[in-house]
């Protein structure tokens, strides 16, 4: 099990940017693939991005892709989500996730952290 802490989160404009981390305790977080995910209110969860232990793979929601990037410092035992051109509809709390194996992260199978908002106003 590894504990996860998001921060990063806050108000922007639409069309500005922000940056998520996600730090994460543990000696193994090397072994883990991490992902990102945002729930809206009145939706359920949803997945926006993954990537592999090695930083080899990655996946993102098509509603993302070319906006949002994902990176991993394993020497930081961190996890970030850059997010460029925001819209209003990216307004939600985001999640971390970390599990074993990739096709469980995509799938929010592993352990969570405990969210950061993300407002974008319009």
């Known amino acids: 099990q590894v504990q996860l802490v998001e921060s990063g989160g806050g108000l922007v404009q639409a069309g500005g940017s922000l940056r998520l981390s996600c730090a994460a305790s543990?000696?193994?977080?090397?072994?883990?693939?991490m992902g990102w995910f945002r729930q809206a209110p009145g939706k359920e969860r949803e997945f926006v991005a993954a990537?592999?232990?090695?930083?080899?793979?990655?996946s993102y929601a098509d509603s993302v892709k070319g906006r949002f990037t994902i990176s991993r410092d394993n020497a930081k035992n961190t996890v970030y989500l850059q997010m460029n051109s925001l819209k209003p509809e990216d307004t939600a709390v985001y999640y971390c996730?970390?599990?074993?194996?990739?096709?469980?992260?995509?799938?929010?199978?592993?352990?969570w952290g405990q969210g950061t908002q993300v407002t974008v106003s319009s």
């Open positions: 996730n970390a599990a074993l194996n990739f096709r469980l992260t995509t799938m929010g199978g592993g352990d």
């Open positions: 543990g000696r193994t977080f090397s072994s883990y693939a």
């Open positions: 990537m592999g232990w090695s930083g080899g793979i990655t």
